[in-house]
């Protein structure tokens, strides 16, 4: 099991920018491959970004060109740096770890070896 702690929501206005963060620990995330999910109450979880452990990227179509996913394997940390932010938006992210499946990009929940508590992120005006 991989302990992961979110980071760095808040509020900002349309068109703003936010990074959020995601420290692990009881795990070597250069091994596994990790994701960004957003979901709200009530609704499916949504996958946002998520990065192998090769290295290689994905995104959700509503956020290419706009987010970007990255990990720093020596501080155990993966990040997302989102930028143009939208009201649609605002929700709580979420970010997960697995060990790598090749057809399967953002993984799938019941294969999760760690789920962070969340972080909410609100773009209004």
């Known amino acids: 099991q991989v302990q992961l702690v979110e980071s760095g929501g808040g509020s900002v206005q349309p068109g703003g920018s936010l990074r959020l963060s995601c420290a692990a620990s009881g795990g070597t995330i250069s091994r596994y491959a990790m994701g960004w999910f957003r979901q709200a109450p009530g609704k499916e979880r949504e996958g946002v970004a998520a990065?192998?452990?090769?290295?290689?990227?994905s995104y959700a179509a509503s956020v290419t060109g706009r987010f970007t996913i990255a990990k720093d394997n020596a501080k155990n940390t993966l990040y997302l740096q989102m930028n143009s932010l939208k009201p649609e938006d605002t929700n709580m992210y979420h970010c997960?770890?697995?060990?790598?499946?090749?057809?399967?990009?953002?993984?799938?929940?019941?294969?999760?070896?760690?789920w962070g508590q969340g972080t909410q992120v609100t773009v209004s005006s």
């Open positions: 997960a770890a697995w060990d790598p499946i090749p057809t399967m990009v953002f993984g799938h929940p019941s294969l999760f070896l760690g």
């Open positions: 990065i192998d452990s090769d290295g290689s990227t």
